[in-house]
């Protein structure tokens, strides 16, 4: 399980005085890109020269306790799941306090996208391989593009 540490920041707390749903969606993503750069060894700038940009489907977070201005959080990141090419990817997050207590969990899908043609990608094989032999969830699994409509939700256009 990969962990990073936060404190929360003066900009990260909403009108309640407790960190915002929008930290939360900020944190696993922060999580997520140190995650490819200290475990996978691959940068923003890696995956500029190699025309791929990691895009959410979706993210869901359950939560559990307050969390205030000043107080320290760790989020994990584990692999929940990824495609056989490599097209998707799923990670779960936990938010901890200090002691270890669970504030918060979040779930979510996403997948890679050539930033010149704007379409699905695969991964690369080197980097695929190194997925392939990151430490996994024990949930893990291997994600099929049915994975993706696991809701069914589909665009409902407005009449205008």
């Known amino acids: 399980m990969y962990i990073k540490d936060f404190e929360i920041r003066w900009s990260d707390v909403d009108a309640n005085k407790h960190l ?9 993503g922060h999580t997520r890109m140190s995650f490819f750069k ?3 060894g691959l940068s923003l700038q890696d995956f500029n020269k190699l025309h791929l940009a990691p895009v959410v489907l979706y993210e869901h977070i ?7 201005l000043g107080e320290p959080v760790k989020v994990s990141l584990e692999l929940t799941g990824l495609s056989e090419e490599g097209k998707f990817f799923e ?3 936990n938010f ?6 669970n504030l918060a969990h979040g779930e979510m899908l996403g997948a890679w996208i050539d930033s010149k043609t704007r379409k699905l990608a ?3 094989e080197d980097i695929m391989c190194k997925f392939q032999h990151m430490d996994k969830a024990a949930t ?12 069914n939700k589909r665009p409902i256009d407005l009449k205008l």
Do not use: I, W
């Open 20 to 28: 915002a749903n929008s930290a939360y969606v900020n944190f696993m």
């Open 38 to 40: 200290d475990v996978g």
């Open 62 to 68: 359950y939560y559990f306790q307050e969390v205030y």
């Open 91 to 93: 990670y779960l997050h």
């Open 96 to 101: 901890y306090d200090a002691k270890g207590k």
């Open 122 to 124: 695969p991964l690369p």
């Open 140 to 151: 893990y699994r291997t994600l099929t593009k049915q994975d993706t409509r696991r809701y």
